[in-house]
């Protein structure tokens, strides 16, 4: 008998939850297990055109969470800082979201991410489950071209153009 095994990539955000408890390295840690590659990586302010983009599914979805997902990811009940990492290696979406564990952290295994780090909040509602991760090649890989622009991974993961673009960019003084 043989698996047969497929190339993936995962976009993994560590929340804001994730930033202001101090558990990027648990996470990152954690995340090692899966002995997949870090391909990108950005600490970054979330837009709040951005964050719709993102949870766009969830608004036609969840459309009762959807305010409270966007404040949460744009940093409104923590910081506004999140960490963006993109993973690549064998079946690397089942791999992430094993270790970080189902959307509900009071569900999740207790020693996935979720289930270790996450809290419903009892203001709120919001489950503050720490990381986002991909659920599906299809999403990973709209997620991944929302949140990087292919200059940023270190790796050619999707088919890519050249184009020539005249804007202002922020440079040392
Ligand atoms: P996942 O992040 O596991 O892919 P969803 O895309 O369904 O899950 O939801 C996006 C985010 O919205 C979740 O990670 C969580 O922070 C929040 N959320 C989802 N469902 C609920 C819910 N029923 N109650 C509170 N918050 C929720």
Known sequence: MFFIMVLQQCLVIIKPDGIIKSL???????????KLKIIGAKIMKVPKALAEEHYKELKAKKPHVFESAIKYITGGFHTDRVLALVYHGDDGIEKIR????I???EDADPVSIRGRYGRINS???VFEN??????SEENAEKEIKLWF?????????????????????????
């Open 149 to 173: 622009s292919p200059s940023e991974l270190a790796e050619k993961i999707y088919p890519t153009k050249s184009e020539k673009r005249e804007t202002e960019v922020l440079a040392w003084a």
């Open 123 to 125: 203001k709120t509602g």
């Open 98 to 101: 094993k270790i970080c564990g």
């Open 24 to 34: 990027t390295g648990n996470i990152i840690t954690a995340l090692s297990e899966t």
């Open 103 to 105: 959307t509900n952290p």
């Open 130 to 135: 720490v990381v986002h991760a991909s659920d």
